[in-house]
């Protein structure tokens, strides 16, 4: 399974390419707001354009997500994403077009397919496409049919809503905190989202189908809040990993590594030490 990195902060991209085992990255709306609003902080002077770029060559060869914000219209988003494609691309030959399965958020019936049309237009015009805010098997396979790359489940956003609709049993409980693969019972009843128990669960119903019907679209399981969470999406079968980088260094830590480091370091023989 691939890991990405999910973010837009410059430093954590570096870091985490220097590890050597960083795959790709995606970035949203809300993490390049985060990555700028820090700089400015800093009191540095924000150039995003050559921010961004320095982000797409410093993950020369694997894939980076650049979501669209023009989400009024299919033609709004395969207009920017085309533009988005043509400006970055040509940088490190490694962009993908991140666009909403739905962005019908006025719940305007008639937009409620425009995702599924710009990542149609986007894919014919042979730009590769992440399709986001995935929250269903359903959209998973509208997405796949329309021609997406990666279809991005985002499991802990289940999980928080599950726990949020149910916030009396989930008191003290903070958005990291695991959430059970197999679902969590109240009061002899499991908690679901119309059939869904836990985000991971959705990436497990989305992959099942997908290896199922031979679908060609990588399962991107997103909106990961801890380390378990990318071990059971690698259990389930996810092509690829994306989590902040918290959960990235997560990946190498466990407490009886650092007691067992602390042993060998004391029980060395300075004899030992000198051989070398
Ligand atoms: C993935 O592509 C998204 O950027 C991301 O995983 C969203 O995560 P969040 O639910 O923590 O915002």
Sequence with gaps: MKFFLDSALLSEIEQAYSTGICDGITMNPSLVKKAVDGLKADGERIDLEKYIKKALKTAKGTPVSLEVTDIGTAKAMVEQGKKLFKKFNPVAKNVYIKIPVNPAFDQNPGKDFDGIRAI?????????????????????????KAGADFVSPFAGRIDDMLRKEHSHEFAGFSKEDYYPLNGHMHEGKMLEDN??????????????????????????????????????????????????????????????TVEGMKKFTEDTPEEFRKLV
């Design 195 to 256: 059939g869904i128990v836990s985000g991971i669960d959705l990436v497990a119903q989305i992959v099942s189908i997908f290896r199922r019907y031979g679908i060609k679209s990588q399962v991107l399981a997103a909106s990961l809040r801890n380390a378990r969470q990318v071990r059971e999406a690698a259990i389930v079968g996810a092509d690829i990993a994306t989590m902040p980088f918290g959960v990235f260094r997560e990946l190498a830590r466990h407490r009886l």
């Design 120 to 144: 149609n237009e986007l894919h014919k015009a042979k730009i590769p496409v992440n399709c986001t805010l995935v929250f269903t098997p359903e959209q998973a396979l509208a997405a796949a």
